[in-house]
């Protein structure tokens, strides 16, 4: 028997994620600010999990630290039972680009280069083909509506488009984990729509394992399994008070 991802007892797969104690502070002139306080979670292969609660509680920071761009002040994080933080700086960066998507609300494109260009970098990174990326990056772009704007720099697309390139490069290589902070929350409903059920998909076919920040309850809902981050801990969601997220 497992705990769970929102610590109901059940019998789980093996894990892909495990974090047990999560803590993390932050010093200022007037001491210390705990914003996580013993953050545990368990995710197998192809859960879809939504994260929710109010402004500046800390649901960015924890997802920078699940995806290892942050280290917490204590706890772990496992990938497939090894410890992520006792990895070298290459390592995690090597972690990252084969097991992790990102899609946060700033997009850290590279406004210079061309949507293409963008989605391709993972790839490339890996050593793969140019061929074999270009042609994921035209699929995929195609998939996002973008199809017609492969060649253009992303510093002359509009905010909803780089936000849709930024999914299509964190898609691309079809990583088992996607990490995603307010995915949709700058595009238009019908475009919000198709990016979601673009990651649903992803979900569906290759098991992608979905963690979402979201401030959408529509979203929320359709993921399934909604975690509250209430005074630094994650809780189900159905056992908080609305007002507190």
């Given amino acids: 028997m497992s705990s769970g991802i929102a610590g109901v007892a059940v ?15 932050f010093g200022t002139g007037e001491g210390r600010i705990e914003v996580l306080r013993g953050v545990d979670m368990r995710l197998s292969a192809g859960d879809r999990v939504a994260i929710v609660g109010q402004s500046g509680v800390g649901k960015s920071t924890f997802l920078h630290i699940l995806g290892t761009l942050d280290r917490p002040t204590s706890g772990t994080v496992r990938f497939d039972g090894e410890d992520v933080f006792e990895k070298t700086p290459q390592q995690l960066a090597q972690l990252r680009n084969r097991f992790l998507g990102f899609v ?23 050593g793969r083909a140019r061929d074999e990326m270009r042609e994921r990056a035209r699929r995929i772009l195609g998939e ?25 490069r964190a898609l691309v290589l079809e990583p088992p984990v996607v990490l995603a902070d307010e995915p949709t929350g700058n595009l238009d409903p019908q475009t919000g729509e198709h990016v979601a059920e673009l990651l649903f998909e992803m979900n569906r076919v290759h098991g992608t394992t979905l963690v ?29 008070p609305a007002g507190l997220f």
């Avoid at 996002?144 to 299509?168: C, I, N």
């Fill in 212 to 240: 979402v920040v979201t401030h959408s309850a529509r979203m929320a809902e359709k993921l399934g399994t909604t975690l509250a981050l209430v005074e630094g801990r994650l809780v189900d969601a159905g056992a908080v």
């Fill in 104 to 126: 946060f609300q700033f997009h850290h494109l590279l406004p210079e280069f061309s949507a293409a260009e963008n989605v391709m970098m993972p790839g490339l990174i890996q």
């Fill in 144 to 168: 996002v509506e973008l199809g017609h704007r492969l060649d253009h720099p992303v510093g002359k697309l509009s905010g909803g488009e780089r936000q849709r390139v930024a999914v299509a």
């Fill in 11 to 25: 019998a789980a797969p093996r894990a892909l994620i495990e974090i047990e104690g999560l803590y993390k502070s």
